[in-house]
């Protein structure tokens, strides 16, 4: 017996499942090609924020970022549980250094600073530390867009 065309899904109008296979798999390949949103440059805006302070104890918040009227440099705001702090950020390269004060809550007399790679994405991972302790926290922050 010859196989007719029908048999082996050569008719017009249908498709063998060979094809679909392949139509999938070449759409699945430029769904993965299609650029995530990246990160446009500016850290300017708000930021979720988890860390894990030189204790050992977690914390998480809101960060607010804003240029200053200098180049590279950024007014920054944490709002963490128990406290408010300030700070002023410099970017170099991929980095963000800042220098901060505790202005609201239990310990207005705390500073210290914070050191974040800024990545692709334009999240911040990094390492705050406190005057007078001699360990390092850790922080990430997240972009609320």
Known sequence: MVPSK???????????????????LALLVAACAIPEEGFDGSLEGDYYINGVDPQ???????????????P??????????????????????????????AIEGYDTESYGTASYEITAKGELVGERTVAGQTEAGSEEAFPIR
């Open 6 to 24: 029908q048999s082996q899904g050569l008719t017009s109008g249908s498709m063998t499942i060979a094809t679909t296979i392949a139509l999938i």
């Open 72 to 101: 590279d440099t950024y007014e920054m705001q944490w709002i963490i549980t128990g406290s408010v702090q300030q700070g002023i950020g410099r970017v170099q390269g991929s980095r963000l250094t800042a220098d901060w004060d």
């Open 56 to 70: 050992g104890v977690e914390y998480s918040g809101l960060l607010t970022i804003a240029p200053s009227d200098r």
